[in-house]
Structure formats: structure tokens, C-alpha cells
């Protein structure tokens, strides 16, 4: 699975159970990222122990973005005891702003910084 725009790729890695974001993301409003809804949605149906979301080399993600992201945390809680794994870079200076929110709608979160 894989989703591609001018600045921007989201693909899945089944071997690591891990979604990766690059570049920038800054679609038009919550219409426009229904296919990473879509797609994160189907990593959940495979009814994994952990999903591992790889954000280190997503330079920019707007408030709908990040409105996914959040919303992917609750459907993850109710799903059950699934781990919710995110990668991020202090590099990316909005990422240590707002990935430690995701905690807030998922306990059963672990947030790890690289670089």
C-alpha cells in the first residue's frame, strides 16, 4: 500500500508492521486525507500487537494531518491492546510539539525520538 502526491509518500511495510511519511503533507482538509485514513484503517484491520508510524523524515504535516494522526490513536484504543509505536526526529520541530499529544487518546503509546 502505498500513497503519493507532488511532496509527499505514505507507503506500508507489512514485514516491519510499519507506516512511513515523508516529505510534506499538507493536503486541503480532512477530504483529501481520506486515502491515508483508508490506509491506516487497513493496517488495523490486520490486527497487529504493535503499528509502528515512522514520521522522521515527514519535514511538515498540517492540523489536518495531525487531526488523522489523532483519530488513528482512538481507533487504535478501541480496538483494543494494539501498540501504538511513533517515530519522530527532533530535527522536525513540530513533531516534539505535537506527537506527545497522540499519548492523550492512546495510553498504550510509545514515542521515540530520533537523531
Known amino acids: 500500500m502505498e500513497i503519493k502526491g507532488g511532496n509527499y509518500r505514505v507507503w506500508y511495510d507489512p514485514a516491519e508492521v ?5 516529505g510534506i503533507l499538507r493536503l486541503g482538509g480532512p477530504q483529501e486525507y481520506l486515502p491515508v ?3 491506516l484503517d487497513k493496517v488495523l484491520l490486520t490486527n497487529p500487537k504493535s503499528i509502528i508510524l515512522d514520521l522522521r523524515t515527514l519535514n ?3 492540523s489536518s494531518g495531525i487531526n488523522v494522526l489523532y483519530k488513528f490513536a482512538i481507533a487504535m484504543r478501541k480496538k483494543g491492546d494494539v501498540q501504538l509505536v511513533v517515530r519522530g526526529s527532533k530535527a522536525v520541530p513540530w513533531q516534539g510539539k505535537s506527537l506527545p499529544n ?3 487518546f492512546n495510553q498504550n503509546f510509545e514515542m521515540i525520538f530520533c537523531d
Open 37 to 39: 485514513e483508508e490506509l
Open 102 to 104: 497522540l499519548k492523550k
Open 60 to 62: 511538515f504535516l498540517n
Open 18 to 22: 510499519a507506516v512511513y511519511f515523508e
